[in-house]
């Protein structure tokens, strides 16, 4: 399906993720993922943060309202709790949580399950997007998510690398 990988190897599509578990027989599945520079453990606050912003473009999804770019003082995500707020109002809910490893979650039809992989000094912040229903809309969900998921899990990174990093110059980008 158009738009349905970025940034993910042929491994990380065919590892299995959480919400395979909730939807299993999609009409719909995407993935995405971004190496970032940090370790699981100071990439995972900035993934549980996603329940108080949506970190991807704010002015379409947040109605102008900026994510915060400061880690704030939040519990740790529960099940049964919801999964984001947009716009001030919360969205979804969580299905599943192990810390500093993966964050699974339903909004409008949609499952999804972010996992964190290490990767040496740094980490692999998958995800991967499921729906069971919609399969006239799936090619147009899929570049849509595209769009947004992209700059949701760039805007993590830059965030999760930026309070990783002790303060000085800026290593190389590899």
């Not at 109002?89 to 964050?103: C, F, H, N, T």
Request: charged residues 20%; positive net charge; glycine residues 6%.
């Amino acid at each position: 399906m158009i738009g349905d990988r970025w940034g993910v190897s042929d491994e990380e599509v065919a590892r299995h993720y959480p919400c395979d578990d909730v939807v299993v027989a999609p009409v719909l599945q995407a993935w995405r993922g971004v190496t970032v520079r940090a370790s699981p453990a100071q990439v995972w606050p900035w993934v549980t943060q996603i329940r108080i912003a949506p970190y991807s473009y704010d002015w379409i999804d947040n109605l102008g309202r900026r994510s915060p770019q400061d880690l704030r003082q939040i519990a740790e995500p529960v099940v049964g709790e919801h999964f984001t707020t947009v716009a001030g109002r919360p969205q979804g809910s969580i299905l599943s949580v192990d810390p500093a490893q993966q964050l699974t979650a339903r909004i409008v039809g949609a499952v999804m399950s972010y996992v964190l992989v290490p990767a040496g000094d740094s980490t692999r912040l998958l995800l991967k997007i499921v729906m069971a229903r919609g399969a006239l809309l799936a090619p147009f969900v899929s570049l849509g998510d595209l769009v947004m998921a992209r700059r949701q899990l760039l805007n993590l990174q830059q965030l999760a690398e930026r309070t990783a990093r002790p303060p000085g110059p800026r290593p190389p980008r590899r």
